[in-house]
């Protein structure tokens, strides 16, 4: 594999060493600059520029009082001297300037069609058309600008207000899309709040991110995490002549590169997906001139299906996104119906867009810029909730509140006492049911991990009335405090010391596995090697390689999985999956998996099997014990889940939970076989991770 290291060329250039005293005197001369008093204010709920709404929204300190300019460091937005934050009209666009970075964006529509940046005239791809560059993306479907300006030096705020016209096709809500710029900064902020009044048409909401498209020529190395970052293929090694699409259209084996590294390569933008939890800064590099390109969210409140949704991040073409709502590795249950009139509204970031160069040659490579961004994450999560945004709807650190407790376990076949639940993941998420923050998009969650003795404390909570949900690593099922907990401004609510009793009816027989809603302690085979990606060789996510689902047959050619309590090993011998076979000729059939155990004797009554899926895809497994021919079965789950994460290279979807009661006098003493069969063959992707 090529070094990670990138080099500029022998000159440097005085842009890189301070890129914010580049002169700007002839563009000056060129541009005309706004005025508060130069610009109509309309009435109210009047529409103008089209069915767009135009606004800025100035004033970057509460009260109205501007902060005294500090000396800083490490600070939000990168930094925080330089000269004053302008507006500049041109029309049908406008640019917001500090001296640093420019942000172009359409007008009245709000898309960005120009970033420029340490030398860079425009970082966004030229060569696309000016709406497929920075924007704001929503699909949905139907079930089954005004100008007032007010102008600050430390900032502006634009509002691109896209109203509804009752009786029309248009989605049923107001988009109210912000960009932001403030003094100093390496990088502008965007957030954006939908409203939907009561007594509007029915909608479903399947999908909101922001988009930004790169420009190919300068963009060619991605990084996400220390463990994940490579040079990447060029959207033009995706072209037809140059691939062949495999199962999806994601997934394309490349054939042809100007760089042979990715000659014989698998690309899938669904192997660059993480969990929301981890997903806190990703991006792209140049290496000439040496800068950074990245995407900074500081808090997951408005993101849906809480820490463990998986989201994409960047991917070839080169793109970066900012993802907050998705169906991804969970299906339409994370996809909210609107219906009989429902009110709502929402809050989409602010996330933040951080650019950054080498300040001097000795930085001047991938490294430098990844460990840059990092430590600006930090400052951003250490700083959040902003407290810049205009709107009443984004709630200021005052307005929110926070609680703290300790959550212990209790399972007397473990421990004659309550233990800590060591390193549990506690959340408020709206009112439901055990389990259901999974699938829960329209409201915020709030989420905290406790440390080693089970101590947590959730911060930065909005207002309003939640339940604490909950689960610990290593232990079965799901928690949720009994009765709801009401969140005030100013408030922290103490809760003390709480307990979670696990499901459990008797001592273990036997255990196949770790309760800890992935399958990434079962046996992961190697990639076919004609579907390598060179990342993922010999990595901790060996299961993000393509076509993993077509290995089972492959290892098992006669015959299914055999397991054997006391002699198999789970890390060798379970495979990760549960899917079908797939036969020579193409054709998916049903899979039976053995469990062997011996039982010295059997006592009356029932004895309970737990399964835990991690992931399921169109699953249905049924249950049988000591006969695989029986018409009758102990249980069958019937079709469920609609993840995909199989096909997606996800090591974990939405976690199930079945508790099956087994009569006993269906067991002997002596040698048992438990049989789980997958019966629906729908396809090589379906079945579950158990």
């Given at each position: 594999m090529k070094t990670l290291v990138c080099r500029l060329e022998e000159r440097i250039r005085a842009w890189i060493l301070r890129p914010w005293m580049r002169s700007l005197a002839l563009a000056h001369d060129r541009r005309r600059e706004v005025k508060a008093s130069s610009l109509s204010r309309p009435r109210a709920g009047g529409i103008q520029n089209g069915l767009h709404h135009f606004r800025v929204l100035g004033n970057c300190y509460p009260f109205g009082?501007?902060?005294?300019?500090?000396?800083?460091?490490?600070?939000?937005?990168?930094?925080?001297?330089?000269?004053?934050?302008?507006?500049?009209?041109?029309?049908?666009?406008v640019i917001l300037d500090n001296g640093i970075v420019e942000v172009t964006i359409s007008r009245p529509g709000g898309i960005v069609t120009g970033i420029r940046f340490g030398g860079i005239d425009n970082l966004l791809e030229i060569h696309n058309k000016e709406t497929n560059r920075g924007y704001w993306d929503l699909n949905w479907n139907e079930p089954g600008g005004k100008d007032t300006f007010d102008v600050d030096g430390d900032k502006v705020e634009l509002s691109f207000l896209r109203p509804y016209i009752p009786g029309t096709k248009m989605l049923?809500?107001?988009?109210?899309?912000?960009?932001?710029?403030?003094?100093?900064?390496t990088g502008f902020y965007t957030y954006g709040i939908y409203e939907r009044p009561a007594g509007w048409p029915d909608f479903n909401l399947n999908q909101t991110r922001v988009t930004f498209k790169l420009r190919k020529d300068r963009f060619q190395f991605m990084a996400m995490a220390d463990t994940k970052q490579r040079p990447m293929p060029s959207p033009d090694d995706r072209l037809q002549q140059h691939c062949t699409q495999l199962a999806y259209p994601e997934a394309v084996l490349i054939?042809?590169?100007?760089?042979?590294?990715?000659?014989?390569?698998?690309?899938?933008?669904?192997?660059?997906?993480?969990d929301n939890r981890e997903n806190r800064v990703h991006g792209w590099i140049s290496c000439n001139p040496a800068l950074g390109f990245w995407i900074i969210t500081a808090s997951d409140e408005f993101r849906n299906g809480g820490p463990l949704k998986?989201?994409?991040?960047?991917?070839v073409g080169p793109t970066c996104l900012a993802m907050f709502h998705s169906a991804h590795y969970a299906g339409a249950a994370l996809c909210p119906e609107f219906r009989n009139g429902e009110a709502w509204t929402k809050v989409f970031g602010p996330v933040f867009i951080y650019l950054n160069v080498a300040a001097t040659y000795a930085q001047v490579?991938?490294?430098y810029l990844w460990e840059d961004a990092k430590q600006q994450m930090v400052t951003e999560v250490g700083s959040w909730p902003v407290p810049w945004p205009v709107s009443p709807d984004f709630p200021k650190s005052m307005d929110r509140g926070s609680i703290s407790g300790r959550l212990l376990v209790k399972d007397s076949f473990k421990s004659p006492t309550p233990f800590a639940g060591c390193y549990a993941f506690l959340g408020l998420a709206s009112p439901g049911d055990k389990g259901s923050w999974q699938t829960e998009s329209k409201g915020y969650q709030f989420w905290a991990q406790a440390d080693a003795e089970g101590y947590f404390h959730v911060k930065h909570v909005r207002a309003g009335k939640y339940n604490l949900y909950g689960w610990v690593p290593g232990v079965l099922g799901d928690y949720k405090k009994e009765g709801s907990i009401d969140v005030y401004p100013g408030s922290w609510l103490q809760l003390g010391h709480m307990v979670y009793e696990p499901p459990r009816d008797g001592p273990t027989v036997w255990e196949i596995g770790i309760?800890?809603?992935?399958?990434?302690?079962?046996?992961?085979?190697?990639?076919n090697p004609k579907y390598i990606n060179r990342l993922f060789v010999n990595h901790s996510e060996r299961y993000r390689h393509y076509g993993l689902w077509e290995r089972y047959s492959e290892l098992y050619p006669e015959g299914d999985l055999v397991f054997t309590i006391g002699k198999s090993d789970w890390r060798s011998d379970w495979f990760f999956a549960h899917t079908c076979r797939i036969e020579k000729d193409g054709s998916v059939k049903p899979s039976t998996w053995q469990i062997r155990f011996h039982l010295p004797c059997v006592q009356g009554g029932v004895y309970k099997l737990r399964?835990?899926?991690?992931?399921?895809?169109?699953a249905a497994i049924q249950v049988r014990v000591n006969d695989p021919n029986t018409r009758t079965t102990v249980f069958d789950t019937m079709q469920f889940g609609k993840d995909n994460a199989i096909a997606r290279h996800g090591i974990h979807g939405l976690y199930h939970l079945w508790n099956v009661d087994v009569r006993s006098e269906l067991f002997r003493a002596g040698e048992n076989i438990l049989y789980l069969t997958q019966r629906k063959p729908t396809s090589p992707h379906c079945g579950g991770y158990v």
């Open positions: 009082r501007k902060k005294k300019r500090m000396s800083c460091n490490r600070v939000p937005g990168g930094g925080c001297q330089g000269p004053d934050v302008r507006l500049i009209d041109r029309g049908s666009h049923p809500l107001n988009i109210d899309k912000r960009f932001v710029l403030l003094r100093g900064n054939h042809t590169s100007q760089n042979p590294e990715f000659r014989g390569e698998v690309d899938d933008k669904y192997q660059y997906s993480c998986q989201n994409l991040t960047s991917h490579n991938c490294r309760p800890d809603r992935t399958a990434a302690e079962f046996h992961i085979p190697d990639p399964l835990a899926f991690a992931a399921s895809n169109n």
